[in-house]
């Protein structure tokens, strides 16, 4: 089992300075920690209500897990795009399918790291609430399943709120159970593990209202 790898400088200075910040002026608090892997890589998937959503996620497990997320490739500029891969992202292209983008966080989650993917696709809110309920994706499940690492689900609460200093929520459940899927083929075991993945998601979101 490949070792965690710890934060790169700047991931440790931003979460150190943004530590205090979270906890007390935005009430940050966490539960189910328990339920997250230990050691090893795995992927972590969440609703998706803020682009802030990765360091809620995250902050629990400062200093000692190094949370890589996928970012768009439109940011990767220099020296912008330094910052980015310090601070944990890595590059994708929206709206087209990125078999490249996979292929690292695959290689990420199978050499320790921990990647985080957000399955809605796209933020739930943008300025107004959408019309219409977001298509969950598959590549969280995806990641996972040829990566063999756990598929760890997540609720987030509150990043939608930030200017208002909402406190920020988060509950994480046990691994998405994926053992009984070998036998199908990768589009199906990615499709039902992507169905068990959004019923976690949505009993963790229930969890916090």
Known sequence: MARPHRPSWLYFVVAALSWPVLKVMFRHRATGISNVPSVGGYVMAANHCSNFD???????FFPHRFF?????????WFPLSAVITAGGGFK??????????????????RDGYVVVMFPEGTRRRKGMRKKREAQWHTGAARIALEAGVPLV???????DRLARL????????PPIELSDLTPLSVGDAARVATDRLQGAITELERSLS
């Open 68 to 76: 890589r997320f996928m970012a768009k490739a439109e940011l990767f």
């Open 54 to 60: 990765p360091w809620p996620l995250a902050l629990p």
């Open 166 to 173: 909402g406190p920020l929520r988060v509950a994480y459940g």
């Open 153 to 159: 689900p997540a609720g987030i609460a509150g990043t």
């Open 92 to 109: 994708v292209r929206r709206g087209e399918r990125d078999e490249e983008a996979v292929s690292m966080a695959v290689a990420l989650a």
